[in-house]
Antibody, heavy 125, light 106 residues
Framework: QVQLQESGPGLVKPSETLYLSCNVSGGSLSPHYWSWMRQSPGKGLEWIGYIHHTGTIKYNAPFESRLTLSLDTSNKQLSLRLRSVTAADTAVYYCARESRFSGRSANFYDAMDVWGQGTTVTVSS | DIQMIQSPSSLSASVGDRVTITCRAS??????LNWYQQKSGKAPKLLIYGTSSLQTGVPSRFSGSGSGTDFSLTISSLQPEDFAVYFC????????FGQGTKVEVK
């Protein structure tokens, strides 16, 4: 089955750039959207943004000015780049697959059905 | 932005209890509401999508209901493995999560 594995530096200094990657194994990138979330005690679960295998990207507004998401389709690897980090960016970061499900009343619903195990990022000097 | 408010923030219950968690959206999200379970140190796990449809493999003691702005997740008979944190999530306009409800042992 599909598995996601995040990786990152663990510790980043304030004002530097955070780089994370997420490897997708056991399944195809298409036709899914691939999202990044983070979770911290102060802000809970936050959606950061998503990327589609066709190149469509959407950033959540609070991150838009310093975020870049990319996708290496040949290696099935997602990447996140977050610039000018501060202590407020300390969190567990997750990647997740979005899938579309058929629900009641012939509606279609999107949900995040596969998640990576998360990678902890601490911003500190 | 759509805000999601869960209540309570935590609750204490015993095995066999019926547990209900509520989630309120700041605007009408129709039935675009998902529920997740998160155990300590693990990633969230999808339980319910589209307000009331169980994800494959999720026990039938879990159920969801609601529409518009008010939703609920019910566990009909709490089992030991159900002690966890539960999150609602709207998928009507991108994604927003509730702050979580911790279900603890009484």
């Amino acid at each position: 089955q599909v598995q996601l594995q995040e990786s990152g530096p663990g510790l980043v200094k304030p004002s530097e750039t955070l780089y994370l990657s997420c490897n997708v194994s056991g399944g195809s990138l298409s036709p899914h959207y691939w999202s990044w979330m983070r979770q911290s005690p102060g802000k809970g679960l936050e959606w950061i943004g998503y990327i589609h295998h066709t190149g469509t990207i959407k950033y959540n507004a609070p991150f838009e000015s310093r975020l870049t998401l990319s996708l290496d389709t040949s290696n099935k690897q997602l990447s996140l780049r977050l610039r000018s980090v501060t202590a407020a960016d300390t969190a567990v970061y997750y990647c997740a697959r979005e899938s579309r499900f058929s629900g009641r009343s012939a509606n279609f619903y999107d949900a995040m059905d596969v998640w990576g195990q998360g990678t902890t990022v601490t911003v500190s000097s | 932005d759509i805000q999601m408010i869960q209540s309570p923030s935590s609750l204490s219950a015993s095995v066999g209890d019926r547990v209900t968690i509520t989630c309120r959206a700041s605007q009408n999200i129709r039935t675009y509401l998902n529920w997740y379970q998160q155990k300590s140190g693990k990633a969230p796990k999808l339980l319910i999508y589209g307000t009331s449809s169980l994800q494959t493999g999720v026990p039938s003691r879990f159920s969801g209901s609601g529409s518009g702005t008010d939703f609920s997740l019910t566990i009909s008979s709490l089992q030991p493995e159900d002690f966890a944190v539960y999150f609602c999530q709207q998928s009507y306009h991108y994604w927003t999560f509730g702050q979580g409800t911790k279900v603890e042992v009484k």
